[in-house]
């Protein structure tokens, strides 16, 4: 009896102990199913990964010959600036430069400018001596330089068109393409247009030689040129009376690409475009207006 009675209660023990064992197994099972959960499934194999986001150009040259080209000049807080040319031919003092006459009335500290170098990694404006006249440093922003005049005014040169703004496969461009430009494409389905159906390339006229006269704002005819023939010589009627243009004192002109380019005696040169009418006016348009007009 005693027997059986332990027995019974050995059976009894065995069961409590089961019921409680059972759910906790039960509880673990998510756990687990979750940490042996598979990684998720690749994308497809057609999926095109996202194209890499362009590279702009860098506007600053790392090296002297990335300098050359046109470049503004700014007196910081006011609206005196002054659109220069630096080039590599070497001068009197570093390499050359040109401006227009009128940008030493608009910023006074080129009066003592006569050169250019290229000194750690940034542009620096001498005199005859080649002493620095502004001695520039490349801002945060890598967009542009900045330098302090001995007098405390702060000026800005920013590039605007030079050697290290241009892509470097521009010139290589014209290589890559296609050795035989008849061949088809998959994509290229259109017939290509006979040559006596396309329209004629439309040729800018150049400058034609003989009189001009000088026009400003509020002043017309102020003095009259003459431009010799084919890019010749530039000579300055007796009767003068524009004082910018006798200082400048052009001696020779020429057209190249959609521009005429009036050079002065000591060098340096002015931009003029095409405005209609026989007309040519400055470009860029920095100080006072500066209109060529053909007098018939």
């Given at each position: ?14 069961i ?9 197994a ?26 890499p ?47 227009p ?9 080129l ?53 290290a ?8 461009a ?11 494409s ?53 009767g ?44 860029p ?12």
């Amino acid at each position: 009896m005693r027997q059986a009675l332990a027995a019974l209660l050995a059976a009894s023990a065995l069961i409590a102990i089961a019921a409680i064992v059972r759910p906790a197994a039960a509880q673990d099972v998510p756990a687990a199913a979750e940490e042996a959960a598979p990684p998720p499934p690749p994308p497809p194999a057609g999926t095109l990964a996202a194209p890499p986001v362009p590279v702009a150009p860098p506007s600053l040259p790392d090296r002297l010959g990335q300098v050359p080209g046109t470049w503004d000049l700014s007196r910081d807080g006011t609206n005196r600036r002054c659109v220069m040319t630096l080039v590599l031919d070497s001068g009197e003092a570093g390499q050359r430069l040109r401006f227009p006459a009128g940008c030493r009335r608009a910023l006074p500290v080129l009066n003592a400018v006569a050169g250019w170098l290229f000194v750690d990694g940034a542009v620096r404006l001498v005199d005859r001596n080649v002493r620095p006249v502004l001695d520039f440093a490349k801002r945060p922003d890598q967009r542009s330089l900045v330098a302090q005049a001995e007098g405390g005014e702060g000026y800005s040169f920013v590039p605007l068109d030079i050697v290290a703004m241009r892509p470097a496969d521009a010139v290589a461009a014209p290589e890559t393409a296609p050795a035989n430009p008849t061949s088809s494409s998959p994509l290229q389905t259109a017939a290509p247009v006979p040559a006596e159906l396309q329209p004629a390339a439309t040729v800018s006229a150049g400058p034609a030689p003989g009189l001009y006269a000088l026009d400003r704002v509020q002043q017309r005819d102020t003095c009259r040129i003459t431009l010799d023939g084919s890019g010749g010589g530039v000579h300055i009627v007796p009767g003068c009376h524009d004082s910018g243009l006798e200082v400048f004192d052009p001696v020779r002109w020429r057209y190249v690409n959609g521009r005429m380019t009036l050079t002065a005696k000591r060098g340096h040169s002015i931009d003029l475009v095409p405005s209609g009418d026989g007309r040519w006016r400055r470009d860029p348009e920095v100080g006072t207006a500066f209109v060529l007009r053909r007098v018939d």
